[in-house]
C-alpha cells in the first residue's frame, strides 16, 4: 500500500515538473541589459572615420620612422580628408597630447579654402599645449593668429581661448588677443558682447595687467552707457 501511494506521489510530481517546464519554454524571457561600465553615451565628434582614423596612425608611424617624412605626409594624405575628416583628426591628435603632430595638422587645416578664423579650435589647441608645458607654442601660435585676425569668430569661442590662455598663464598672448579685439572694432561696436569682456577683464587682472583691465573696462562701460543714453532718448521721444 505505502509502496504503491509513494510510486504515484512520484508520478505526479514528475508530470507536474514536465509541465511547468513544457509551460517555461514557452514563454518569452525578456532580458534586460545595463551598462558594461560607466562610459557615457558616444560624444558627437569623437567617432573617427576610416580615413581619419588612417591618417593619424600614419602621421604617428612617420614621426616615429623620420620626422622629415611628416611635412610631407602632411601636404599629401591630408589634403586628401574632406573637411569633417580633417577636423576630426586634430581632435583626435590633441587628445592624445601629440601637440607637435597636431600643431601640423592645425596648420593644414588654417590652409584651406574653407577656414574661417575658430577661436574655439585655437582654446582647443591652446590647451592641449598647455597640458604638455610648451608655452613657446602657445606664444608663436596666438602671434600667428594676430596676422589672421579675428574674422567672424563667436563670443562664445573667443571666452574659451581667453579662458585657455590666462588658465596658461600666458600674459603677452592674452593681452595680443585685446589688441586682437580692438583692431576688429571691439572697442566701438554696440553689440560688443558683455560676458567676453568681463572673462577678459578678470583674465587681465588675473594675470597682473591691471592697467590693461582698466582701459578694458573704462572703453566698454562708456560704450554700454552710452548707448543705454540713445535708447532712454529713443524711448522718450
Known amino acids: 500500500m ?5 510510486r504515484s506521489n512520484l508520478c505526479s510530481f514528475a508530470a507536474a515538473s514536465y509541465s511547468s517546464r513544457k509551460q517555461s519554454s514557452n514563454q518569452a524571457v525578456v532580458i534586460r541589459c545595463g ?12 567617432v573617427l572615420s576610416t580615413e581619419a582614423i588612417h591618417a ?4 604617428k608611424r612617420a614621426q616615429r620612422a623620420d620626422e622629415a617624412k611628416v611635412d610631407e605626409l602632411v601636404s599629401r594624405a591630408l589634403s586628401r580628408l574632406i573637411k569633417a575628416d580633417l577636423l576630426a ?6 587628445r592624445q597630447d601629440q601637440c607637435h603632430l597636431a600643431l601640423k595638422v592645425f596648420s593644414a587645416v588654417r590652409s584651406e579654402l574653407w577656414y574661417k578664423t575658430d ?3 585655437y582654446a582647443d589647441v591652446v590647451a592641449a599645449l598647455a597640458r604638455n608645458g610648451m608655452s613657446e607654442e602657445i606664444d608663436r ?12 569668430s563667436d563670443g562664445r569661442g573667443l571666452s574659451r581661448l581667453i579662458k585657455a590662455l590666462v588658465a596658461a598663464e600666458r600674459v ?3 593681452v595680443g588677443i585685446y589688441r586682437l579685439m580692438k583692431r576688429a572694432g571691439w572697442g566701438s561696436s554696440p553689440t560688443a558682447d558683455e560676458y567676453v569682456v568681463k572673462v577678459l577683464s578678470r583674465g587681465m587682472r588675473r ?6 583691465a582698466d582701459e578694458l573696462d573704462s572703453a566698454f562701460d562708456n560704450l554700454w552707457e552710452g548707448n543705454l543714453e540713445k535708447s532712454s532718448i529713443i524711448i522718450n521721444d
Open 119 to 121: 577661436c574655439s579650435l
Open 56 to 59: 593619424v596612425q600614419a602621421l
Open 2 to 6: 505505502a509502496s504503491s501511494s509513494l
Open 141 to 152: 601660435l596666438i602671434s600667428e593668429m594676430e596676422e589672421e585676425g579675428l574674422g567672424g
Open 207 to 212: 594675470l597682473g595687467k591691471r592697467d590693461v
Open 172 to 174: 603677452e598672448s592674452t
Open 35 to 46: 551598462p558594461r561600465d560607466n562610459r557615457g553615451p558616444i560624444v558627437k565628434g569623437r
Open 89 to 94: 583628426s586634430l581632435g583626435e591628435l590633441l
